[in-house]
Structure formats: structure tokens, C-alpha cells
Nanobody
Framework: QMQLVESGGGLVQAGGSLRLSCAAS????????MGWFRQAPGKEREFVGA????????SYADSVKGRFTISRDNAKNTVYLQMNSLKSEDTAVYYC?????????????????WGQGTQVTVSS
């Protein structure tokens, strides 16, 4: 069973940058779309973005487009979320997720595996 573990969260100043990592176990990583989600207190879980199997394509929510970048290293079974120009509105628990094996769409659907999340707090 695939397991996902996020790391890299913490406290950062508004306007600053932070990079999250998600280490995955399991043989299906290289054939799994990987996504990032976030959830702030009192709000629904929000789709942040996703990356294709080989990292050639990405998709992003409008709220983070131009500021966040998703990448992956299949040799390390790791996906990253680079966050720049952070705003207080970005404060949330960030989750790494894997879409169902063999699927190719980069939307917010069919993510079967989830990490436990890592807290990102952007201070003013």
C-alpha cells in the first residue's frame, strides 16, 4: 500500500518562500498523478495543483498560479511543492495525495492515497 509523508512545513514570513516535500512508498509512484491540497480552519479542502507521471505537465488552482510550482523526482519517489510570494491566505495544512494508479487527468478527482499533512503558517 502506498504511503505518503509530507515534510517542510513551518512558519514563514509573508512574501517568503517554502518548499514542501512528499516522500512516497510503493511501486506505483511513477505511474501515479500526484497532487497537493490544502485546508485552512473553517474552510473546505482546496485543490492546489497536480503533476503528471513524468513531471511534464502540471495544473494549478487560480489562487496559487504563478506563485507555486509542483515538481517530482521519480528516482526518489518524491514530489515537491515550491511556494513563493507567500500570503497569509496560504496558511493551511498542506496534504500530498496520489491519484488512482494509471489515471492521467490532472484535476482534483480520484486521489486514493493521502499523507497526514504538514502545517504551513504565513505570518504577517
Amino acid at each position: 500500500q502506498m504511503q505518503l509523508v509530507e515534510s517542510g512545513g513551518g512558519l514563514v514570513q509573508a512574501g517568503g518562500s517554502l518548499r514542501l516535500s512528499c516522500a512516497a512508498s510503493g511501486r506505483t509512484f511513477s505511474r501515479s498523478v500526484m497532487g497537493w491540497f490544502r485546508q485552512a480552519p473553517g474552510k473546505e479542502r482546496e485543490f492546489v495543483g497536480a503533476i503528471s507521471w513524468s513531471g511534464g505537465s502540471t495544473s494549478y488552482a487560480d489562487s496559487v498560479k504563478g506563485r507555486f510550482t509542483i515538481s517530482r523526482d521519480n528516482a526518489k519517489n518524491t514530489v515537491y511543492l515550491q511556494m513563493n510570494s507567500l500570503k497569509s491566505e496560504d496558511t493551511a495544512v498542506y496534504y500530498c495525495a496520489a491519484r488512482r494508479y494509471g489515471y492521467t487527468g490532472l484535476g482534483p478527482y480520484d486521489y486514493d492515497y493521502w499523507g497526514q499533512g504538514t502545517q504551513v503558517t504565513v505570518s504577517s
